[in-house]
């Protein structure tokens, strides 16, 4: 039998060897597809980026001496290895090229402008391929004063850029803004188009949309890391449908219209109950008591996106799944960044790794995205 044949198949220890070293290499690649494939390279962690080099060339050099006198799995270990090390080292130089040619405004902008195209990720997770009528006007509402907080504050650091990219997403910004106002207004006049009837069926649909989001987003967690935000939004969002069910309110309408402004109206009392309850889980814990809560239960999200995405659109079902995953991420993340910039000690690294695992589940709907529609 060949040597390399004994040393691999019948040699307990060296498989057991090769096996934990491709797990060592399949780790660090994990951390740099989270960390830096794709992401905006002027936000990057230059020095993060050369540890996680390093640590690559150690598992290298420990299956190089293993390989020796070996072939097979080693070889293609190595291989896959090489491969990789490439591919950090041309993205180590393009990161560090961007951030040589930039200023402080510069970072300090392109901080910004990524943290809007998480909201402009939000749009387009719920409101793409969707008729205007049925989009949800508060959602709208919130995440246009999430974009205008982020253009007024990119304002101040708009001189002295020194990228066109970045100069030009600081346009886009406010460019957004813009749109997200006139698509209100766009929305707001098609929900009134139509026969009372017809608006009665769209409030009802509207409605309903609305309980299964609060079941999802609000009753699917524990008082502690839900976002009062989120909960005021849904309510005020069921309090608008109704209002409007009562306003088309006529004698000739059926039965199903009365019936609609029963639920909402029952609905409203409860959800309002549970926002009070919510208020007093978050009073009864300290901010750093909240935080790790919402820590943990970033960890456990993302923990079950890496145990049901393999990077392969499986059943179209995946594309909402993907949907909602990123939705719970981001109430998690915006949490976060709220406590940060109240005070409250947030680790770096944390936020870093919670708004690097939403982006990763934004890219994985973009992928699952594409293939529903080439379908």
Known sequence: MPQSAHTEGGDPAAAEAITALARSANRLHE???????GHVRLTRDLDGLDR??????????QAQRSAAHAEGRWQALLGIIE?????????????????AAAGTNDRRASLLTSRARLV???????FAGQSRRGRDLELLREMTMDLDELATALRPVSAG?????????????????DFFRAEFEEISLARRSGSRIEQSELLAQLIADLARRWEREVLGQGKATR???????????????????????????PPEHDEAVQVATARLVFWQAELQ???????ALSPSERAEALWNRGEALFAQFRGRWYGELQHPSEQTWLSEMADALDEVERQQVQYAESGVEVPVERLARLRDGLVLVEKSFDAATALVQGA
């Open 227 to 253: 976002r009062l935000g989120l909960i005021q939004r849904l309510v005020a969002a069921l309090d608008g449908a109704l209002d409007a069910l009562l306003a088309i309110a006529h004698a000739n309408m």
């Open 31 to 37: 951390s740099f597809v989270l960390r830096y494939a």
């Open 83 to 99: 491969r990789r090390l490439d591919e950090y080292t041309h993205e180590r130089g393009a990161v560090a090229q961007i951030q």
């Open 52 to 61: 996680l080099i390093d640590s690559l060339r150690q598992v290298q050099t």
């Open 120 to 126: 402009l990720h939000r749009y387009v997770r719920h």
């Open 161 to 177: 850029i020194h990228l066109r990219t970045v100069a030009e997403e600081i346009g886009a910004v406010q460019g957004f803004v």
């Open 277 to 283: 309850a919510t208020v007093d889980a978050h009073v």
